[in-house]
């Protein structure tokens, strides 16, 4: 069974340094997305029933969503 350690990014012996960089900017850009959704499920959890009604929300869809793991959209 392979183990996260043992996955090699198969990165071409003629690749730039631009397509390397660019590789670097989507890990990043995904580990943000990932934070984001962390945080902002983890808020809609603590909102009070007045704040759920303010969005049109209801405890059991903010429940629902909130209860997703953030690599989930």
Partial sequence: M?????IDLAIEPGAT???QRQLQVG???VYTQWVQR???RRALLALS???LRDIGLS???AVAEGSKPFWKA
């Fill in 2 to 6: 392979s183990r996260f350690n043992d």
């Fill in 38 to 40: 962390y945080s902002t």
């Fill in 49 to 51: 029933e007045q704040h």
């Fill in 27 to 29: 890990v990043q850009g």
């Fill in 17 to 19: 340094a631009a397509g």
């Fill in 59 to 61: 405890r059991e869809q």
